[in-house]
């Protein structure tokens, strides 16, 4: 069965570095666009970034653009997000998703259960 | 950048009852609308995808329509498992974007 789980939340201080990870199983990651998406605290789902199957193109929130970087290694089965020069209000729960199709359009049919990320002093 | 919008921000309804929540696009998108339910603590699911098409799995007591920019998803007899918020999601164009969410609360 399709299966994501997330990893490498954590505490962090402003203006510092954290990268999440994402396993993939279950599924033939190679050929899916993968997604994402966060929730901060008492807020609604926030799209972050997108990645197409082959690696070759990645979009961004204007909102994290010029400091996360959206990664995959198909080899792998993993996803990656680099999130740099962490501010408090990337303070989230951070899901990543696959998408129905090679890119960003289809749909995000299968979710990981979140990893917390916190940027606090 | 297209902006999405929800009404109502949230509801209070009994079971059997028939629910519809609309979202709005600030541009046509097409058919390009998603709507997912999300309860806490767990992944959402995706419930409808090219604004109508009921994902695999997903009861069919869930509904969904429109085009352009009006949309609703319509549940046509609540059930106690429904109560959850409901996030519409345009993917017409990047950047992609949520609606800000439907809470769904028991009467």
């Known amino acids: 069965q399709v299966q994501l789980v997330e990893s490498g939340g954590g505490v962090v201080q402003p203006g510092k570095s954290l990268r999440l990870s994402c396993a993939a199983s279950?599924?033939?990651?190679?050929?899916?666009?993968m997604h994402w998406v966060r929730q901060a605290p008492g807020k609604g789902l926030e799209w972050v970034s997108v990645?197409?199957?082959?690696?070759?193109?990645?979009y961004y929130a204007d909102s994290v653009k010029g400091r996360f970087t959206i990664s995959r290694d198909n080899s792998k089965n993993t996803l990656y997000l680099q999130m740099n020069t962490l501010r408090a209000e990337d303070t989230a729960v951070y899901f990543c998703?696959?998408?129905?199709?090679?890119?960003?359009?289809?749909?995000?049919?299968?979710w990981g259960q979140g990893t917390r990320v916190t940027v606090s002093s | 950048d297209i902006q999405m919008t929800q009404s109502p921000s949230s509801l209070s309804a009994s079971v059997g009852d028939r629910v519809t929540i609309t979202c709005r696009a600030s541009?046509?998108?097409?058919?390009?609308l998603k709507w997912y339910q999300h309860k806490p603590g767990t992944a959402p699911k995706l419930l409808i995808y090219?604004?109508?098409v009921l994902q695999t799995g997903v009861p069919t007591r869930f509904s969904g329509g429109g085009s352009g920019t009006d949309f609703t998803l319509t549940i046509s007899s609540l059930q106690p498992e429904d109560f959850a918020s409901y996030y519409c999601?345009?993917?017409?164009?990047?950047?992609?974007?949520f609606g800000p969410g439907t809470k769904v609360e028991i009467k």
């Open positions: 090219d604004a109508s």
């Open positions: 279950g599924f033939n990651f190679s050929t899916y666009g």
């Open positions: 990645i197409w199957s082959d690696g070759n193109n990645e």
């Open positions: 999601q345009q993917s017409f164009s990047i950047p992609l974007a």
């Open positions: 541009q046509t998108i097409h058919n390009y």
């Open positions: 998703a696959r998408d129905r199709r090679y890119s960003y359009a289809g749909g995000l049919d299968y």
